[in-house]
């Protein structure tokens, strides 16, 4: 009798469990299709691009979706031979990589500073930072541009680099600050002890812990300022100076444009950014996912 009532008690626990057990599975199901959605949604624009760098003009209109033949290389022929893509290329390598350089070590000695330091005045100094994230400087476009006349580097790449230098510090500063502040005060103490500078606790120890908080950084401006129109229209007007975004204009004529062409130095100008992704993703995901686990 035992094992009886022992055996329909389960049974009837499976199947009080079951409402439940679908509710979740479906939920499940519906979060998938959200996900699967999402991808496409994303990808599509993407595919599409690709896929029209390898068609012509009114092959392009005529089956927009279809898989291209991908031996036809002729678009990237001619806008390699024919165009002054490289030196768009190589201006977008230079303004991006300084600026880079600039928004990663500025930012890094801010945060480490205001992160590790107690002193007067390190909160005010954060939230000025802080400021940066809520003032588009979009809106002093006519003070940006009276002063890089002043200066003397207006139509310079330079003026390219110390805006987009301004415009990534803030985004900067506030993710290491935080995971600056999250490191052990062991680790400088027992270095202290051993006799370490400040340079070399910070370069040596404490900036190895933060690589993955870098990447995030550093993807974070690194797209917005590879692909970024509005400030080299406004202060570079010679073609030899022109970065990717503003240079692929010039494929775009009056009356007729070759959107192969287009679309082939489209997808050249992403390839750069989504390598760099690839290469760091995992430095990427896991500064994303530190903060879950102590």
Same mark, same amino acid.
Do not use: C
């Given at each position: 009798m035992s094992t009886a009532s022992a055996t329909a008690s389960r049974k009837a626990m499976t199947y009080g469990d079951r409402p439940g057990m679908l509710a979740s599975l479906g939920r499940d199901g519906l979060l998938q299709i959200i996900l699967i959605a999402n991808t496409i949604i994303m990808l599509a624009p993407i595919v599409i691009m690709v896929f029209s760098a390898f068609k012509t003009t009114p092959q392009i209109f005529q089956a927009p979706f279809s898989i291209p033949d991908f031996t036809q290389v002729g678009n990237f022929i001619k806008i390699w031979n024919e165009t002054n893509f490289l030196r768009y290329l190589l201006n977008s390598f230079f303004v991006t990589g300084a600026s880079m350089v600039l928004i990663l070590t500025l930012g890094t000695m801010a945060a480490y500073a205001i992160g590790r330091y107690a002193f007067t005045g390190s909160s005010f100094i954060l939230m000025f930072f802080l400021a940066g994230l809520t003032l588009p400087l979009k809106l002093a476009?006519? &003070? @940006?541009?009276? !002063?890089?006349?002043? *200066?003397?580097?207006?139509?310079?790449?330079?003026?390219?680099?110390? #805006?987009?230098?301004?415009?990534? !510090?803030? +985004?900067? #500063?506030?993710?290491? +600050?935080?995971?600056?502040?999250?490191?052990?005060?062991? *680790?400088?103490?027992?270095?202290?002890?051993?006799?370490?500078?400040?340079?070399?606790?910070?370069?040596?120890?404490?900036?190895? *812990? #933060?690589?993955?908080?870098?990447?995030?950084?550093?993807?974070?401006?690194? #797209? &917005?300022?590879?692909?970024?129109?509005?400030?080299? @229209?406004?202060?570079?007007?010679?073609?030899?100076?022109? +970065? *990717? &975004?503003?240079g692929l204009t010039t494929f775009m004529g009056e009356y007729t444009t070759d959107w192969g062409v287009l679309f082939s130095g489209l997808t050249l100008s992403a390839a750069p950014i989504v390598i760099i992704y690839i290469v760091l993703s995992k430095q990427f995901i896991a500064g994303m996912t530190s903060g879950a686990v102590k």
């Open positions: 476009i006519i &003070p @940006l541009f009276m !002063l890089m006349r002043d *200066l003397g580097i207006l139509n310079n790449q330079l003026s390219l680099i110390f #805006v987009y230098t301004a415009m990534g !510090l803030p +985004t900067t #500063v506030f993710i290491m +600050t935080g995971f600056i502040r999250s490191l052990p005060n062991e *680790l400088e103490d027992a270095a202290r002890m051993d006799g370490a500078s400040e340079a070399r606790i910070m370069w040596a120890i404490m900036l190895p *812990l #933060v690589r993955p908080a870098m990447v995030i950084a550093g993807i974070q401006n690194v #797209v &917005p300022i590879w692909n970024d129109f509005f400030f080299p @229209l406004v202060f570079i007007q010679n073609d030899n100076l022109k +970065t *990717l &975004p503003q």
